[in-house]
């Protein structure tokens, strides 16, 4: 499907850091219940990821991720996400996360 450039434009992705990584017992499948900081503009928003395949909580913690930040929250179980962070999906569920190459401020957008 193509959409045109006006339909991008309203994609706010970010560039946050992950503050924590906690696991997420109540989700069917493995997953992490992440903070995020996304600079002065955003804040600090929530997001539930399916990344325990290659990702421990440790290594996550201070790792600049894009995500995007302006979709409605939606309930995960008992949590509510409030961004969605994005990565590539391979075989099996296999998320590597989209990051900047070089640290960058925290709530600058991807466009």
């Known amino acids: 499907m193509e959409i045109n450039w006006n339909d991008f434009e309203k994609v706010e992705m ?17 997953a992490y219940i992440l903070e995020i900081d996304f600079g002065k503009e955003f804040g600090i ?15 996550l913690i201070g790792k ?13 179980a008992n949590f509510m996400s409030e961004c969605l962070v994005l990565g590539s999906v391979g075989p099996n569920n ?3 996360l989209l990051n900047p190459d070089l640290k960058v401020e925290n709530g600058l957008r991807i466009g």
């Open 14 to 30: 970010r560039i946050g850091t992950i503050l924590s990584a906690k696991d997420f017992q109540k989700a069917h499948k493995p």
């Open 45 to 59: 928003k929530r997001s539930s990821a399916q990344i325990t395949n290659r990702y421990t909580k440790e290594a």
């Open 64 to 76: 600049q991720i894009v995500a995007v930040v302006n979709f409605p929250k939606k309930q995960i």
């Open 94 to 96: 296999d998320i590597v």
